[in-house]
């Protein structure tokens, strides 16, 4: 049986190569206190590439992940810490992000804002809101009120980390939505020809507007779990390179920029090789700014190698691109 050489099959082999180079060459990458260690560091990586790689199958790109991630679960945890009850807090949280999601797909679906432009902008908003009038500390604490949901990421599950098992149950999710449902495919449809889609009778404006609220609600996910393991919320993760470690997954995974294309073992086989790099890079005490530097440049390469296999072309490059 010939395998054919896609992208996901090309990253896959690299990532093969690199982990059994590092397993030979570097001390300790073997053993399987750093391996889960190394799943467990790109698990909410993984989860927000999930979120990230919908939107791009839709031909679009949601900058402002970082926000939904940090803004609403952050105030989730201070709210709780002032004496709101668990449930209270978490729906405040949830309103929040539903509200963002459908203002982004609004915006980009109604209003035909570029989503690049509409999500760069809301993101600064969201992050702006939240660090100069919503919360009191730029490190907002985890307190025994949050203990209810602190299962999302402690604990092992089999052996395994919970973020990753999160991981794992939103990968199962995303791909049954996406392969199983009527929307999901709707989304493919829009992401490989809008124009075609809209002429066909799909209501590609509220499946727009959808992708973004799904975002959303990942990126509050990936922020919970994210809190419950580390027992905190940096609330200025926003002004981190973190937005385009998710991009990196999604583009290397083999996701095409041009819609339509791609799934979730796309950014699964992502997530596997950026955390194997970052993790050899941090065994081998590589500085953060070269780190910044590499990923910059594997960025490029991952994006130079989609423009030759997802070309675009006068008829898919059009408005509603990214």
């Keep these: 049986m010939k395998i054919k050489p896609t992208q996901q099959n090309i ?45 791009v199958i839709g031909r679009g790109i949601d900058i402002s992940m970082i926000a939904t991630l940090a803004v609403p679960s952050g ?12 449930p209270g807090a978490l729906a405040v949280g949830l309103v929040i992000a539903l509200v963002f999601g459908a203002i982004n797909g609004w915006l980009i679906a109604y209003a035909e804002v570029p989503s690049l432009f509409t999500t760069l902008a809301s993101g600064l908003f969201l992050a702006g809101l939240g660090q100069g009038y919503l919360f009191e500390l730029e490190v907002v604490q985890w307190s025994p009120g949050m203990d209810g949901i602190a299962w999302l990421g402690r604990g092992k599950l089999a052996g395994l980390p919970m973020p990753v098992v999160m991981f794992a149950v939103a990968t199962l999710l995303l791909g049954l939505f996406l392969r199983r449902l009527r929307a999901g495919a709707f989304i493919y449809a829009i992401g490989d020809n809008p124009f075609g889609a809209r002429a066909t009778g799909l209501p590609t404006r509220p499946i727009m507007v959808l992708e973004y609220v799904l975002a959303a609600l990942i990126g509050l996910f990936a922020g919970l779990v994210m809190a419950a393991s580390v027992s905190s919320m940096p609330t200025r993760i926003y002004n981190s390179t973190m937005v385009y470690d998710v991009v990196l997954v999604v583009v290397l995974g083999g996701i095409g920029l041009s ?19 970052l993790n050899g890079m941090t065994i081998l005490d590589v500085s953060y700014s070269v780190q910044n530097i590499i990923k910059g440049v594997v960025l490029l390469v991952a994006i130079l190698i989609d423009s030759i296999l997802n070309p675009r072309n006068e008829e898919t490059a059009q408005q509603g691109d990214i």
């Design 75 to 86: 105030l989730v945890l201070q709210m709780v810490q002032h004496g709101q009850s668990l």
């Design 259 to 277: 819609g339509g294309r791609g799934g979730v073992l796309n950014v699964v086989v992502g997530t596997l090789l950026i955390g194997t790099m």
């Design 11 to 55: 990253v896959f082999a690299i990532f093969i190569v690199m982990a059994a180079g590092f397993a030979l060459f570097l001390p300790g990458f073997a053993k399987i206190e750093n391996l889960l260690t190394l799943l467990q560091n790109v698990a909410i990586l993984g989860i927000l590439g999930l979120g990230m790689a919908m939107v």
